[in-house]
């Protein structure tokens, strides 16, 4: 069975959406969530799924500001769903007399299907998540030390590595946030694709340096 890999946008159920209309369409916004979204790889591998609801608000030329996570799941999930909707700035088609101070909540609904999630346990994925959150603790120290390296103290270092190994973030896994952040550029999105790369030197590595500088000033 071939892999399909979903992302689906529930109704919203905000008046202020009623009036507000999505430059390529009525199914434009779910279709461009679709097109745009670059499902997080811990979440597909794990079958992670469920509604983050994002709260935001547009200008008077359908620009997006104020985006905050309403309700989320997990946070590269969130952050997913975050980043879509900040990339739909601009796209937004608002008509005259329009509350600009108005909140619009949309639900963003994660969904995969052909990636053998209907056999997985809610305990499993639950799991998962404790998982995850564990190890979002300990990349954040990873993070943290190397943003602030010159106060870092002798022998320290070594236990970050190791910190690293444990948490497999390799080469590799380097790559595969620098190639993420390749497919951000292409989709028009600057801000995502910086947040990668910057990712890739807040963990200590200089591979990602080029497109911080060619890019990222």
């Known amino acids: 069975m071939k892999k399909l890999l979903t992302l689906c946008l529930l109704c919203c159920t ?23 979204m670059i499902y997080p790889q ?22 997006v500001y ?20 900040r990339l739909s700035s601009g796209k937004w088609q608002v008509p005259a007399g329009y509350d600009t101070t108005a909140s619009v909540i949309v639900p963003v609904n994660f969904r995969l299907s052909g990636y053998n999630c209907e056999g997985k346990s809610s305990s499993a994925i639950q799991e998962a998540i404790r998982s ?33 190994n444990q948490l497999g973030i390799d080469d590799e896994y380097l790559q595969s946030r620098i190639d993420s952040g390749l497919k951000k550029l292409k989709q028009g999105d600057k801000q995502g694709a910086c947040e990668d790369f910057s990712f890739v030197k807040n963990m200590g590595s200089k591979m990602a340096d080029n497109y911080l500088a060619k890019y990222c000033k």
């Open 14 to 36: 905000s008046v202020v959406m009623a009036q507000l209309q999505f430059k390529t369409g009525k199914s434009g916004f779910t279709t461009f969530l679709r097109d745009k």
């Open 42 to 63: 811990f979440s597909k591998d794990n079958c992670i799924q469920g509604t983050v609801n994002i709260s935001f608000k547009l200008d008077a030329h359908g620009n």
């Open 66 to 85: 104020s985006s905050k996570i309403n309700k989320g799941i997990l946070s590269e999930l969130d952050e997913e769903a975050l980043r879509l909707i």
């Open 132 to 164: 995850y959150q564990a190890e979002e603790g300990l990349t954040n120290s990873v993070i943290n030390f190397y943003k602030n390296i010159d106060q870092a103290k002798p022998g320290q270092e070594a236990q970050i590595i190791a910190i690293k």
